[in-house]
């Protein structure tokens, strides 16, 4: 097997078996690798989110196959998407058997405690990276201030401020190409 495979699979089991705390939690190892690697730029990454955050499917799973496609074509997307859900499916498989065992347990229930943490500082850390790595625009600022604010104030379905935005981002980008 290919070198660049094996390092492939290698960089993306590794995603999969530590980012805890959704597909945003990918991002910190995701940058990491485009450091490392070069594979793809930190600029195509932020893109390949845009389009893994309104496309089907869990955020950190599209990621790694845009990833992979990037890198390898159609077989780096496999070995990416496989290489990133495969220690999910470990684990899940492993914790299915052993659940009813280990739910009352307070170590298990501190470990768990101690991921959620983790997960939300690993967000946290994709919050301030994009930030600093995009390119700011008033009007998105302000509305992710506005979606922000409102969030705490009327409890609605994330998906909702996304539509909401592409939408705005669609019609800001046509008037931009027809100049108005």
Sequence with gaps: MNNLYL???AQFFHVGLFSFGGGYATLPFLYDIADKFHWYSSKQLTDMLAVASITPGPVGVNVAT????????????????TAVILPSFIIVSIVAR?????KTNKTVQGAIRGIKAAGCALLTAVGIKLLFTSNLHL???????LFI???FIKKQDPLFYLGVSAVIGLALGYFNLIGV
């Design 7 to 9: 390092k492939l699979f």
């Design 149 to 151: 604010g409102t969030s």
């Design 66 to 81: 845009f990833a992979g496609f990037t890198t390898s074509g159609i077989l780096g997307a496999l070995i990416a998407t």
């Design 139 to 145: 009007l998105g600022t302000i509305l992710l201030g």
């Design 98 to 102: 052993v659940l009813d065992k280990f």
